[in-house]
């Protein structure tokens, strides 16, 4: 879930869909519902200077957010891409389709592809259902988190631009989607996170780490899928120097740590990203406290103003 390589902050990403997919059809666009333009009403206001973040309102501005995702996870990480997506030079499966996407606009350049410069994929479970699985269940056996109580959230294909790697980027998109969360009542949000090398035991450390103090207790744990299964377990916990680890884990993977977030069972290498996997799940109630603080104190602005 990670700026401009994988182990800098403001991006994140899971790997491409396997089976080819078409981009959206503006015909079939059904984001601009009432749920949505709902949940967009929530974010009104959340701007820094030219900034904006919010959801996606039609089936161009998904393009623009695919060709971004395109620039960083193929052109700049040098990920491969199938055919298809090279042709167009846009990251795209079927999960665009049926998803929402967050979007960081900048609205000094102008009204086009390049005023998307920073996004996340968002999932819930009746999207996923119309597809017939959740994203990370190509790596995770995600069951658990699948059938928990209350609303689900996948979050995925997360990047920013180049040149906007800033807290302040960040801070938007979380901002967006701690109101998404709000909307939504999301109980549990969860994905995988990169961790940059394929060679587990080059990051005995954090991946130990990590497994020795934020594995998910067994009612939020994922597993990586027993064919791609690698031991987070590599060093014994007293071995460990958490300062260290912490250092080497990725800014974002660090944020998600910080909100209380835990860790699924397992890793997985993905050699087409270069990166080892982690599944990453995070409850609500954190982020659903504090937004709800600032949007009661939103809501009293307004009415005084």
Known sequence: MADASLDQ?????TSPERREASLPDAAGFDGAGADQ?????????????????????SAAEIDWAQALRYRVFY???????????Q???????????????????????????DMVVGTYRLIRRPAAEKVGRFY????????????????????????????????????????GIAAYVFHHDIAV???CASLPGTDPDALAEPLSYLYHHHLA?????????????????????????????????PPLIKGYLRLGGFIGDGAVI?????????????KTDLITDKYFKHYERRSRDSQTG
Not at 37 to 57: F, N, P, Q, S, W
């Open 9 to 13: 902050p403001g991006m994140t990403r």
């Open 37 to 57: 333009m709902a949940g967009d009403k929530v974010m009104d206001g959340i701007r820094l200077g030219t900034l904006e973040v919010r959801l996606a309102r």
């Open 75 to 85: 052109e700049e990480m040098a990920a491969v891409p199938t055919p298809a997506m």
């Open 87 to 113: 042709a167009q030079g846009r990251d795209f499966d079927d999960y665009d389709d049926v998803a929402d996407h967050l979007l960081v606009i900048d609205h000094a350049r102008g009204n086009g592809p």
């Open 136 to 175: 990370s269940s190509d790596e995770y056996d995600i069951g658990r988190l699948a059938s928990y109580p209350g609303e689900v959230l996948e979050l995925g294909r997360s990047c920013v631009d180049a040149g906007y790697r800033t807290r302040g980027s960040m801070q938007l998109l979380w901002q």
């Open 189 to 191: 949000m969860f994905g």
């Open 217 to 249: 207790p067994p009612d939020l744990r994922a597993t990586a899928l027993p064919e791609r299964f690698v031991s987070l377990d590599r060093m014994a916990k007293d071995r460990i120097d958490p300062r260290r680890a912490l250092n080497i884990l």
């Open 270 to 282: 993905d050699h087409q990203f270069n990166t080892t996997d982690v599944c990453i799940v995070v």
